[in-house]
C-alpha cells in the first residue's frame, strides 16, 4: 500500500492520493448534498411554515401543519385508502407472482417465452396501462370487464365510476401490472433451494403438495417477505395510478396524489411537507423492517 | 440442470401448461384488445356486446394520424434525450464515486457512506415540495434540468456501482500505477472498462425508468414543446370527441409502449440481472 501511495504522489503532480478520492465523488457528492440532503433538512423548515407558493412570505407555524393534517378528515380517507389499497395490491401480487413462479420453476418447455410475457406488463408505462385499463372498465355493456361479468351472469358494473368499487379495481389494475416482479424474485429464491431436499421428500413418497407446503413456502418464507414489504413501501407511494384514474368522491384518493394536489394544485408547500413527513414515517418503518429482515447488503430496491 | 424430481408425473405438466397459458393471455389480452381497437376503420362503433377480436378493417394509417395528432415525433426526441441525459449523469457520477468507496481510501470516507446509506431509507415524497421550491429559485422550471442533473448523486446507483467495484481485483488497479498511469486515465481506461456490464445494465434500466417516468416530467413541464411520451400520451385526452377519437386514443397508447417493450425483450437479460442485483441473492 505503501509504495503504491507514494508512487501515485509521484506520478499525479501534486494532488496526494485523499485529494484524487475527493475529486472522484465530487460530482456525485455535489449532487447528493443539493438535491437530496438539502431538500431533506429543507422539508423540515417548510413543514413547520404556511409557505405558499403565491402570496404573502412564510411565517413560522409551529406544529400547526401537523396538528392539521390529523384532523383533516381528507387526509384520514386519503390514508385508510392508501392503505387498503396497498394491503390489496401487496398481497395480491405476491399471491399471484408466487403461483407463477411455481408453475416457472417446474423444468418446463418455453418457460423463457412466458416468463417474458408475463413480465411484459411490469415495464410497460404507467400511463398507457391506465389509460388501455380506463377503456377495459368502460361502465357499457361492451367493456371488457362488463363482458366478463356478464358471462357469470351479473353486472353491467360501472367499476371506477363507482365509488365502492373504485379502489379495488384501481388494485386489480395494479396487481395486474406489477406481479411480474414478484413472480421474477420468488423465482429466483425458488432456484435457491437445493435440489436434495426435493430428492429426499420423494424418496419418503411425498406428494406434490407436501412438498410445496411443507419445504417451498417454509424456506420460501424470507423472499415473500421481502416482496410483500416491497409492495408495501410502493404501494405507499402509488401516486400516478389514481391520479390519472380518479374514482369519485375522493374513492381513490391516496396520501401521495393529496400531498401533491395541495402542493401544486392549492400551492400549500407547507402543509404539503408536514403530509410527507406523516406519510414517510410509514414508508421507512417498512424499510426498517425490511432491513432488519434483509440486511442493508442485499435488500434494497427502489425500481 | 435441476432434474425432473420436482416435477410429478407428466399429467400435471399440461395442468401446469395450461395455468402458464392462461397467464399469458391475462397478461397479454389487453395489449390485444387495444390492438384490435386501435386498427378500427373510422366509421365503428363500439359494440355492446362481446369485445370484437377482429377490426372490421385493418387500418394500420390510425397509428400515422395518432403520431400526428399526439406530436409524437417531438415527444420520442425529447423523451431520448432526457433518458440519454439522466443515464449518462447517473452513471458517470456513481461510477466515480461507486470507485472511491470501493477502491479507495480516504479520509471521512465511512461516514459519507453512511449518511448516504441512511437518507436511501427516506423516500422521494419528502423531498418533492422542497426540491420543487429549490428548482424554481434556480430558474430550472420547464426545462429538463431537474430531470437531468440529480440524478449524478443517485444514491441507489452508487451502491450498486461500489458493490460491483469490489468484485474488480485490486491487482489490476495496482499492476496500472506501476506501469504509469495517472489517477485519471486509471479510471478511464482501466476501471471504467471493466464496468461494462454494470453499466450496460444501468444504461438499460436508467432509460426504462426515464421513459416511463410520468410524475417528474408532470412536475417540471409545462410547455408542450417540452413534453415527454408519457406527458403527450396523458395530453391526448383532449382529442377525445368520437369514437373514432378513441380508436385513435388506443393506437396511441401502443404507440407509447412500443420501444419500452422492444428495449426489454431484445435486453431481456438486462432485466433479469437487475432483479437479482437489486433483489436478493438467488
Known amino acids: 500500500m505503501q509504495t503504491i501511495h507514494e508512487n501515485k504522489r509521484k506520478r499525479s503532480k501534486g494532488l496526494s492520493a485523499n485529494a484524487w478520492s475527493y475529486v472522484f465523488i465530487a460530482p456525485a457528492m455535489i449532487g447528493f448534498f443539493v438535491f437530496r440532503a438539502f431538500p431533506i433538512g429543507f422539508a423540515v423548515w417548510v413543514s413547520l411554515t404556511d409557505w405558499e407558493l403565491i402570496g404573502p412570505p412564510p411565517s413560522?407555524?409551529?406544529?400547526?401543519n401537523y396538528v392539521q393534517a390529523f384532523h383533516d378528515p381528507v387526509f384520514g380517507k386519503a390514508f385508510a385508502n392508501t392503505l387498503a389499497f396497498t394491503l390489496m395490491t401487496a398481497l395480491g401480487a405476491a399471491l399471484v407472482g408466487l403461483i407463477f413462479a411455481a408453475l416457472l420453476d417446474r423444468n418446463i418447455r418455453g418457460s423463457k417465452f412466458f416468463r417474458t410475457s408475463l413480465y411484459v406488463p411490469v415495464i410497460t408505462p404507467v400511463v398507457a396501462v391506465v389509460r388501455i385499463w380506463t377503456w377495459l372498465y368502460s361502465p357499457s355493456p361492451g367493456g371488457l370487464f362488463n363482458w366478463v361479468a356478464g358471462l357469470f351472469g351479473s353486472g353491467p358494473y360501472r367499476w371506477i365510476m363507482d365509488p365502492d368499487m373504485a379502489l379495488p379495481s384501481l388494485a386489480l389494475m395494479t396487481i395486474w401490472q406489477g406481479f411480474g416482479w414478484d413472480m421474477v424474485i420468488i423465482l429466483a429464491g425458488?432456484?435457491?433451494?437445493?435440489?436434495?431436499?426435493?430428492?429426499?421428500?420423494?424418496?419418503?413418497?411425498?406428494?406434490?403438495?407436501?412438498?410445496?407446503?411443507?419445504?417451498?413456502?417454509?424456506?420460501?418464507?424470507?423472499?415473500?417477505?421481502?416482496?410483500?414489504?416491497?409492495?408495501?413501501?410502493?404501494?405507499?407511494?402509488?401516486?400516478?395510478?389514481?391520479?390519472?384514474?380518479?374514482?369519485?368522491?375522493?374513492?381513490?384518493?391516496?396520501?401521495?396524489?393529496?400531498?401533491?394536489?395541495?402542493?401544486?394544485?392549492?400551492?400549500?408547500?407547507?402543509?404539503?411537507?408536514a403530509l410527507s413527513f406523516i406519510v414517510s414515517v410509514v414508508i421507512m418503518l417498512l424499510s426498517v423492517v425490511q432491513f432488519r429482515a434483509f440486511g442493508g447488503e442485499e435488500g434494497i430496491s427502489y425500481e | 440442470m435441476s432434474s425432473g424430481v420436482r416435477t410429478r408425473a407428466n399429467g400435471g405438466k399440461v395442468l401446469v401448461y395450461i395455468l402458464l397459458i392462461i397467464g399469458v393471455i391475462i397478461s397479454l389480452f389487453p395489449f390485444y384488445v387495444s390492438l384490435v381497437h386501435a386498427l378500427q376503420p373510422d366509421y365503428y362503433i363500439e359494440s355492446s356486446g362481446a369485445p370484437d377480436l377482429w377490426p372490421l378493417e385493418f387500418r394500420f394509417e390510425n397509428f400515422a394520424i395518432a403520431w400526428e395528432k399526439g406530436n409524437f415525433s417531438r415527444a420520442m426526441l425529447n423523451t431520448v434525450f432526457i433518458a440519454a441525459a439522466t443515464t449518462a449523469v447517473k452513471?458517470?457520477?456513481?461510477?466515480?464515486?461507486?470507485?472511491?468507496?470501493?477502491?479507495?481510501?480516504?479520509?471521512?470516507?465511512?461516514?459519507?457512506?453512511?449518511?448516504?446509506?441512511?437518507?436511501?431509507?427516506?423516500?422521494?415524497?419528502?423531498?418533492?415540495?422542497?426540491?420543487?421550491?429549490?428548482?424554481?429559485?434556480?430558474?430550472?422550471?420547464n426545462t429538463y434540468l431537474p430531470l437531468i442533473v440529480p440524478a449524478v448523486g443517485d444514491v441507489f446507483s452508487i451502491f450498486l456501482f461500489k458493490q460491483f467495484m469490489e468484485s474488480v481485483p485490486n491487482s489490476l488497479i495496482d499492476a496500472a500505477r506501476i506501469d504509469g498511469c495517472n489517477e485519471?486515465?486509471?479510471?478511464?481506461?482501466?476501471?471504467?472498462?471493466?464496468?461494462?456490464?454494470?453499466?450496460?445494465?444501468?444504461?438499460?434500466?436508467?432509460?426504462?425508468?426515464?421513459?416511463?417516468?410520468?410524475?417528474?416530467?408532470?412536475?417540471?413541464?409545462?410547455?408542450?414543446?417540452?413534453?415527454?411520451?408519457?406527458?403527450?400520451?396523458?395530453?391526448?385526452?383532449?382529442?377525445?370527441?368520437?369514437?373514432?377519437?378513441?380508436?385513435?386514443?388506443?393506437?396511441?397508447?401502443?404507440?407509447?409502449?412500443?420501444?419500452?417493450?422492444?428495449?426489454?425483450?431484445?435486453?431481456?437479460?438486462?432485466?433479469?440481472?437487475?432483479?437479482?442485483?437489486?433483489?436478493?441473492?438467488?
Open chain 1, 60 to 64: 413560522f407555524v409551529g406544529v400547526q
Open chain 1, 190 to 273: 425458488l432456484k435457491g433451494i437445493p435440489n436434495v431436499f426435493y430428492e429426499a421428500a420423494t424418496v419418503d413418497g411425498a406428494s406434490w403438495w407436501d412438498k410445496f407446503a411443507h419445504i417451498t413456502l417454509p424456506l420460501l418464507r424470507p423472499v415473500m417477505l421481502f416482496v410483500f414489504i416491497m409492495g408495501g413501501i410502493n404501494g405507499f407511494k402509488t401516486f400516478a395510478q389514481p391520479y390519472l384514474m380518479q374514482g369519485p368522491m375522493n374513492s381513490t384518493l391516496t396520501t401521495s396524489l393529496y400531498i401533491f394536489q395541495n402542493a401544486f394544485d392549492n400551492f400549500r408547500m407547507g402543509y404539503a411537507a
Open chain 2, 91 to 141: 452513471i458517470l457520477g456513481s461510477c466515480m464515486a461507486g470507485y472511491a468507496f470501493a477502491k479507495r481510501d480516504f479520509k471521512g470516507k465511512n461516514v459519507i457512506f453512511a449518511i448516504l446509506m441512511l437518507t436511501i431509507m427516506i423516500p422521494d415524497e419528502v423531498t418533492m415540495v422542497p426540491t420543487y421550491m429549490l428548482m424554481l429559485k434556480l430558474g430550472w422550471v
Open chain 2, 184 to 282: 485519471w486515465q486509471l479510471f478511464w481506461k482501466i476501471v471504467l472498462p471493466t464496468a461494462k456490464p454494470a453499466i450496460a445494465t444501468m444504461a438499460i434500466l436508467g432509460f426504462q425508468a426515464s421513459y416511463n417516468d410520468f410524475m417528474g416530467p408532470l412536475i417540471y413541464l409545462n410547455d408542450e414543446r417540452l413534453f415527454t411520451v408519457q406527458l403527450q400520451l396523458k395530453a391526448f385526452d383532449r382529442f377525445y370527441n368520437s369514437h373514432f377519437d378513441q380508436v385513435l386514443g388506443s393506437a396511441a397508447n401502443l404507440i407509447a409502449c412500443v420501444p419500452v417493450i422492444v428495449v426489454f425483450v431484445v435486453f431481456q437479460k438486462y432485466f433479469v440481472e437487475s432483479v437479482s442485483l437489486s433483489g436478493m441473492k438467488g
